[in-house]
């Protein structure tokens, strides 16, 4: 698998796992874990267009 796509997978994966992280801590009012849950949410959705930009540059 090249690493533009496995930077893809990852990001989606930790994305989902963000997303999953921030409605468990607002339904919990934890707003720390929450914060934490976006912050990923957001880290995974760059490194899923690093992983889209890094294919469109071996192209």
Not at 18 to 38: L, S
Request: proline residues 2%.
């Amino acid at each position: 698998m090249k690493e533009s796509t496995k930077d893809q997978v990852k990001g989606k994966f930790r994305e989902t796992k963000g997303k999953v992280k921030q409605a468990v801590g607002e339904a919990i009012n934890k707003p720390n874990m929450a914060i934490e849950g976006q912050d990923e949410k957001i880290a995974g959705k760059i490194q899923k267009n690093v992983g889209k930009a890094e294919k469109k540059l071996d192209k």
